[in-house]
């Protein structure tokens, strides 16, 4: 079943959310064949997400890499599991480059993610100038290293997100999506339950081809998920 991933970064206020959630759950009807889809909403606003059909599920953007304690400002894996949560986005280029979170730091938020029984959505993927060194490769291999120690029987998603695409309007062509997703395969090989998804200016418009010919089982979504019409047609292009 392909994922579809709607990553609202830090966009909506609760009655947005719940504005969104009502539009979403119109659209949709009782469920999308084949699709499974994912809110990832800022954390005040999960709550107002939620739904309660249970046609979609919820996930946090991010968790903090200690269990509880003196960390003002953060959230727990076990707050976040707490809130209904069933995903966590970890390691988001914005998150990396914009709040320095780098391998070790992510190792220890995907170990809380796990001890929370959350499934973690990581995210990986080059920059501009990485790919124009040639080295998008090597970027993957050592961004996937950070995976070492995370348990290879749980499930996990894979988000290949090339850091140029982000954002920009440029979503990588399919064959860039599944050279990468080969690679990542490649690079995982050990894990049973693994999904590839892309995400990097995902529109209605190239949902389609991406899907079929990206070599992906879904999409995490950033500006097209913050409309639910868009979101919703994004995740009926399988
Ligand atoms: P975008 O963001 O779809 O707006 O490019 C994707 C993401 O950052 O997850």
Redesign the pocket.
């Known amino acids: 079943m392909n994922l579809f991933?709607a990553?609202w970064?830090m966009n909506m206020t609760r009655p947005q959310a719940r504005a969104y959630a009502l539009d979403l759950g119109s659209r949709i009807g009782d469920e999308i064949e084949g699709a499974e889809l994912v809110l990832a909403p800022p954390f005040t606003a999960l709550e107002a997400a939620r739904d309660p059909r249970g046609r979609w599920t919820l996930g946090a953007q991010n968790l903090s890499e200690h269990h509880a304690g003196a960390f003002t400002g953060e959230v727990s894996g076990a707050m976040i599991a707490e809130a209904g949560c069933r995903y966590v986005?970890v390691g988001?280029?914005?998150r990396r480059s914009l709040f320095g979170e780098d391998g070790p730091r992510l190792s220890r938020k995907l170990a809380r993610a796990r001890e929370s029984g959350l499934v973690p959505i990581y995210?990986v993927g080059e920059t501009e100038r990485e790919r124009a060194e040639g080295s998008t490769a090597a970027t993957l291999a050592r961004q996937v290293e950070t995976l070492a120690d995370d348990p290879a029987a749980e499930p996990l998603v894979v988000?290949y997100?090339p850091v140029w695409?982000?954002?920009?309007?440029l979503?990588a062509t399919p064959s860039d999506s599944a050279s990468a997703a080969a690679h990542l395969r490649e690079l995982l090989s050990s894990r049973a339950g693994l999904r590839i998804l892309y995400?990097?200016?995902?529109?209605p418009g190239n949902a389609r081809d991406l899907l079929t010919n990206g070599g992906v089982d879904g999409?995490?979504?950033?500006?097209?998920?913050l409309e639910a019409a868009g979101f919703a047609a994004i995740a009926r292009a399988g």
């Not at 995400?199 to 529109?203: A, D, E, L, R």
């Open positions: 991933v990553n970064k986005i988001h280029s914005e995210c988000a997100e695409a982000i954002g920009t309007g979503a995400g990097g200016s995902v529109n999409f995490l979504v950033g500006g097209a998920s």
